[in-house]
Every structure is written in structure tokens, then in C-alpha cells.
């Protein structure tokens, strides 16, 4: 197994990319969904708790994604111009992600008449929202921020 996943570390193909952004993508949707529960903990609403979550989550995004996902990419150009990028890029899926996940608060309580999941429904549209988030950034972060 450990063989397996130093070839997937260090190989170039778009599948093991893709696998690394995945891994990268849970990573950040955990610092997404305990931050927005952190905020909410201390009053913030789940909206305004999410802008503030997915912003920690975005910049942890840049750099695992600049040195583990994309290790391999030449990147010849400064720092702060492939950071722009990554926010530029990243804060377009964000507005995806969020939309989803506003459409999944939104939508969540009709669903059910019981109250008790929906201390969960934020956590289900971090997640909903980070799978429709994940697949637009991969494509744009490959072609736009990480490319050669």
C-alpha cells in the first residue's frame, strides 16, 4: 500500500493530479466544516460563518495544492501572481460551492419534518457543495493557476 501511494505522490498523470486534489479537497472540507461550527459556535450565522470557514479553507487549499498536488509543475512566475490566480480561481468555485450549499439549507428543512439532523445540514452542504466545487477548481486550477 505504501508503494502505491508513493507512486500516486510522485507521479505526473492527470489521474494521480486529480487523486491529490481529492486528497487535498477532503483536507480543506474538513477545515471548511470545522471552522464554519467554530463560527457558529461563537454566533455567526451558517451563512456568514461559511464565507469566513471557506476562506481558511481556500488558503490552506493554496498551499497544500502548491506543493503536494501540483509539486511537480514548474511554476515560473512569482509567488504572489500564482496565488492571485488560485483566489481567482477558487473564489469562482466558492460562489459554485456556496450557492449549493445555500440551495442545501435552503431546500434541507422541507425535507424532513424532524428538527434534530438539521445540526447537520450545514456539514451536508459543505460537503454537496465542495464535490460540485472540486471538479470546476481541479480543471481551472490545472489549466490557469498550476499550468507549465
Sequence with gaps: MLKFLTRVHRSKS???????FATVGVTISL????????VMSLGLDPYLGRVCSYAAAMA????LNRYF????VEIN??????????F????????????????????GPHLNSSPKPWILLPLFGV?????????FNFFFSKKLVFDN
Excluded: K
Design 31 to 38: 477545515i471548511d466544516a470545522g471552522g464554519l461550527y467554530i
Design 60 to 63: 490552506a487549499g493554496y498551499v
Design 69 to 72: 498536488t501540483f509539486h511537480h
Design 127 to 135: 460537503w454537496i457543495g465542495g464535490i460540485a466545487g472540486l471538479c
Design 88 to 107: 481567482s480561481v477558487h473564489a469562482t468555485g466558492g460562489a459554485l460551492n456556496f450557492g449549493v450549499y445555500s440551495l442545501v439549507l435552503l431546500l
Design 14 to 20: 492527470d489521474r494521480a493530479t486529480f487523486a491529490r
Design 77 to 86: 512566475r512569482a509567488l504572489w501572481h500564482s496565488m492571485v490566480r488560485h
